[in-house]
T-cell receptor
Framework: KQEVTQIPAALSVPEGENLVLNCSFT??????LQWFRQDPGKGLTSLLL?????REQTSGRLNASLDKSSGRSTLYIAASQPGDSATYLC????????????FGKGTRLHILP | ETGVTQSPTHLIKTRGQQVTLRCSSQ?????VSWYQQALGQGPQFIFQ???????GRGNFPPRFSGLQFPNYSSELNVNALELDDSALYLC??????????????FGPGTRLTVT
C-alpha cells in the first residue's frame, strides 16, 4: 500500500533563509508527484508537478526534485518570505490503482519576519 | 480560463441528513476527483469521474456517491451523515488521457459541519 510521509510536520525559519521540505513514498510505481500549497481553511494551489521520468522542476524560488528509486522528493524554497507561510503538501499519483492520488499530511511552514 | 469552483462554501447539517456538494471543473478538463480533508490531515481520495463514469474509488462507504454531467461538472452526495463526516471537501479537475496521471487543479473547497 502506498504511503506518503512528510518531514518535518512543522518548521519555523527566519525570513531570507533557504529551506528544504522532505517527502517520501513507499511504492515507486507512480505516474508523477505534485507539490501543493494550502493556506488555512483554503483549497490547494499547485506549485510543481514532476513526471515520473523527470528529476526536477523549477518555478521561481521553488525547486522540486524526484528520486523514484529511493522514494524521495524535496521541495527547496530559496530566500524565504513571510508570504511563504502555509502548509505544503506532497502527493503522488499512483499507477494502476483505485487510490488515484495519495497525499502526505503536510509540513506547516512559518516564516518569521 | 475559469478555474475550479465549488458550492456551497460552508454548510451545517444534522447527523442522519443528506448533503449534495457541487463542483464545476476547469474549462477543457474531463476528469473530476473528490477528496475529504479532516482537520490537520492530508486530503483523502474519495472517487474520480472520467467522462461521466466512476474511474476509481478510495476507502469510503457506499453512502458517499457521485455524478458527473455532460459538461463535466460533478456532484458529491453523502447520505446518513455522521459526525466524522465533518471536513473540508475538495474537488479537483484534470485533463486525463486514459488513466495517465495529470496535473490536478483544486477548487476552494466546501466546509461541511455535521452536528
Amino acid at each position: 500500500k502506498q504511503e506518503v510521509t512528510q518531514i518535518p510536520a512543522a518548521l519555523s525559519v527566519p525570513e531570507g533563509e533557504n529551506l528544504v521540505l522532505n517527502c517520501s513514498f513507499t511504492d515507486s510505481a507512480i505516474y508523477n508527484l505534485q507539490w501543493f500549497r494550502q493556506d488555512p481553511g483554503k483549497g490547494l494551489t499547485s506549485l510543481l508537478l514532476i513526471q515520473s521520468s523527470q528529476r526536477e522542476q523549477t518555478s521561481g524560488r521553488l525547486n522540486a526534485s524526484l528520486d523514484k528509486s529511493s522514494g524521495r522528493s524535496t521541495l527547496y524554497i530559496a530566500a524565504s518570505q513571510p508570504g511563504d507561510s502555509a502548509t505544503y503538501l506532497c502527493a503522488v499519483i499512483v499507477a494502476n490503482r483505485d487510490d488515484k492520488i495519495i497525499f502526505g499530511k503536510g509540513t506547516r511552514l512559518h516564516i518569521l519576519p | 480560463e475559469t478555474g475550479v469552483t465549488q458550492s456551497p462554501t460552508h454548510l451545517i447539517k444534522t447527523r442522519g441528513q443528506q448533503v449534495t456538494l457541487r463542483c464545476s471543473s476547469q474549462s477543457g478538463h474531463n476528469t473530476v476527483s473528490w477528496y475529504q480533508q479532516a482537520l490537520g490531515q492530508g486530503p483523502q481520495f474519495i472517487f474520480q469521474y472520467y467522462r461521466e463514469e466512476e474511474n476509481g474509488r478510495g476507502n469510503f462507504p457506499p453512502r458517499f456517491s457521485g455524478l458527473q454531467f455532460p459538461n463535466y461538472s460533478s456532484e458529491l452526495n453523502v447520505n446518513a451523515l455522521e459526525l466524522d463526516d465533518s471536513a473540508l471537501y475538495l474537488c479537483a479537475s484534470s485533463l486525463a488521457v486514459g488513466n495517465a496521471g495529470s496535473e490536478q487543479y483544486f477548487g476552494p473547497g466546501t466546509r461541511l459541519t455535521v452536528t
